[in-house]
Structure formats: structure tokens, C-alpha cells
């Protein structure tokens, strides 16, 4: 049964647009190393709806998950043209992230979560832990949403005293999930700040084998900063970052750093596989999530976040990554199933009015 503060969750009316990449130039489908697989611009009366920073996708692409930086849940089913491309979205459900006491989140000062990952395994397809990491009250929240849905109360697991110093605004703004370091045991989490620089100037990151953690850092490549990151099959991870400039306007990168990188007093970086700026699709994106088709394909998911300024757009962009970008890839985990609410029983929200919408193949 929901309790009260589960009952909160709510069908939320979306409307979308689909996206060019250049809209200038309908035909460029070629983004940088990859290859645009559809967008849409999202809309939603809803006045709760937007500042999405966190984002995961089912393994089957039929379900998404963001979290905001007011400390909100949204979840959505992502609609398909019969060319594979992302069309529209349905669905959607919204509801207040609960704090320790099952109180809802309020507000920046608790509320504003900016990372988002979901463990979730072949064995137990259904099942899910979200972990979530947030700024200005630094911390890393563990949610149980396969018992509880959006009803479950977190787990607290790592805080600033872990971490040191980190800056207000500047905090964790990526997490991942690496294999545990003993059969049977916990996850390790890995987490990136967005601007809280080392003595040498890099980006701090961390590796928390439970309270143990371990201290690495990541090139920074100015004015872009971390918004999010996302494990690949082949254990190599592919980092999002963005940059704003009055003069410039916003930007967009994608960097790929090998995995095999990554321990502890390394200072890391990668190929650029994208670097656009506002000509293109895109707005302030700081979410990712990355899911394998049938090919060895990666499908990247990208989420702006709109700062509830009604200058600024929810995108949500679709890419194709060729598995010779990153040709070591493990098959995909199991299809990932995201609860909307504990005592939900059948579909909800409005659908997209996207032409020829259909869920995606698996």
C-alpha cells in the first residue's frame, strides 16, 4: 500500500516537438563521432515540471527515470518512430523525493540532486536500487524503488566528511556504478564533481568502496564542466559536459575515457567524441544514460536541465555510438523496470501527440 507521501505522485500532461539536429540543415544526421538518432522538446502545465539533472533508461529504452534539482522523481515511457528514432513520450508520473523521515524534499537546500544511477542485473531484472547524489547538502542517497516505488525513504550512505571540501555548487554532478571489489559484495560508486579542483587544477572524483574511498581526477578541458557520466559495456566510461557563456551561449561535449584508467592518484581523459555549441539541438544538458541495442550499438540518452527559466528548453536527445567507437562491448544487462508509484496498476499521464509513435524494439 502507498503511504501518504507515496500518494503524492501524479500523472503529469506532457506535449513534445520533434527536434532537427541542425536546424538549419535537415539532412546533417552526423554528430561529431556519432550519429543523431531523434530529439524532442518537452513541455508540461505542470509548474513543478523541469530542472531534470539525473537520468536512467530501461534496458530496453521503454522507460525513463530523471531526477530535479528540487528534489522531484519523473518517470516516462519514450515513444519510437518506425525508423528506431526517438519521437514522443507517455506516461509520465511525478512525485517529491522523500527525505530520511519520509518527509518530501523542499526546496535547493535539501532537494537539489544533480546525479542519478539505477543498479540493476541480469539475475534480477525488475529489481532496482537509485542512488542519487546531491549538491550543496553533499551526500549520496540510496533509494530502494523496487520494494517502495517513489514511496521509498533513503539510505544514507556517504556525506562531505567522506569527501572533503567540496564546493556549494560544485558538488557531485556524476555517479556510476563499478563492480564490487569481492564476490557478493556492494557496489562501488564512482562520483565527479562538477568544479571542485585538486591543488593541480583538475576535476575532483572519487571511488567509494563502501566508506573506503579512493581519490582520482579528471583533466579538466575549460570552460566545459562535468553534468554526468555513464559506464559503457566495455567498462569504459563516457563523460557529458556542458559550458555557458553569455557571449558564446551554451555547449556540449562528450568525452570517452578508458576505464582501464581509472585508480586511485590518476589524472584522467579521453577522446572527444562531440564539442557543439547552440547552433545545433541542444540546451543546458546534464543528464545521460546509455543503453546496447541488437547490433552492439549504444543508444545515448541526453536531458537538459531548464533552470525553470522560460528561456531555456527540456530536451531529451537520442544518439547512436557504432560499436566501433567502443568496440570491446559485453552484452547488456537485463531490461531495467522502473516502479512510477507503489500502488499503481495499469498506464497514466497523457500520451505524445508525436506522429507514428510507437515503443521501441528491444
Known amino acids: 500500500m502507498a503511504t501518504e507521501a507515496g500518494a503524492a505522485s501524479e500523472n503529469v500532461e506532457l506535449s513534445t516537438r520533434t527536434l532537427l539536429w ?67 513520450l507517455a506516461e509520465g508520473r511525478m512525485a517529491p523525493m522523500l527525505g530520511l523521515e519520509g518527509e518530501p524534499l523542499a526546496g535547493k537546500a535539501l532537494g537539489d540532486a544533480e546525479s542519478l544511477v539505477v543498479d540493476v542485473g541480469p539475475a534480477e531484472p525488475l529489481a532496482g536500487n537509485a542512488y542519487v547524489g546531491f549538491e550543496r547538502a553533499h ?15 533513503p539510505e544514507q550512505l556517504l556525506t562531505q566528511r567522506h569527501f572533503g571540501r567540496l564546493n556549494p555548487n560544485g558538488g557531485i554532478e556524476a555517479l556510476e556504478l563499478l563492480p564490487p571489489s569481492t564476490p557478493g559484495g556492494e557496489p562501488r ?67 570517452l575515457i578508458d576505464g582501464n584508467d581509472i585508480e586511485e592518484g590518476a589524472i584522467v581523459d579521453g577522446e572527444v567524441l562531440l564539442d557543439v555549441g547552440q547552433r545545433y539541438s541542444i540546451d543546458n544538458m546534464e543528464g545521460l544514460a546509455v543503453r546496447a541495442d541488437r ?21 531529451l536527445l537520442m544518439f547512436r555510438m557504432p560499436a566501433a567507437v567502443s568496440p570491446v562491448l559485453a552484452p547488456a544487462e537485463g531490461t531495467l523496470t522502473l516502479p512510477r508509484t507503489p500502488a499503481e496498476a495499469g498506464s497514466s499521464g497523457e500520451a505524445s501527440a508525436s506522429e507514428g509513435a510507437a515503443p521501441a524494439p528491444n
Open 22 to 88: 541542425n536546424p538549419d540543415d535537415r539532412r546533417e544526421v552526423e554528430a561529431g563521432k556519432l550519429r543523431w538518432a531523434g530529439g524532442i522538446e518537452i513541455t508540461s502545465p505542470n509548474k513543478e515540471f523541469g530542472g531534470w539533472s539525473g537520468l536512467a533508461i530501461s534496458g530496453d529504452g521503454t522507460t525513463l527515470l530523471a531526477v530535479s534539482d528540487e528534489g522531484r522523481w519523473f518517470s516516462a515511457m519514450p515513444l519510437y518512430d518506425e525508423r528506431g528514432r526517438l519521437s514522443g
Open 139 to 153: 551526500r549520496i542517497w540510496r533509494y530502494d524503488l523496487a520494494k517502495d516505488g517513489f514511496a521509498a525513504r
Open 189 to 255: 560508486i564512482l562520483a565527479i564533481t562538477e568544479d571542485t579542483l585538486d591543488p593541480r587544477g583538475h576535476i575532483k572524483a572519487f571511488v567509494a568502496d563502501g566508506r573506503r574511498i579512493s581519490r582520482f581526477a579528471v583533466k579538466q578541458r575549460a570552460p566545459y564542466k562535468p553534468t554526468d557520466a555513464a559506464l559503457l559495456p566495455s567498462g569504459d566510461l563516457l563523460l557529458l559536459e556542458r559550458r555557458f557563456s553569455m557571449l558564446a551561449g551554451v555547449g556540449m561535449q562528450l568525452r
Open 295 to 315: 547490433n552492439g550499438d549504444l543508444l545515448l540518452y541526453v536531458i537538459s536541465d531548464d533552470n525553470f527559466n522560460p528561456l531555456q528548453r527540456t530536451l
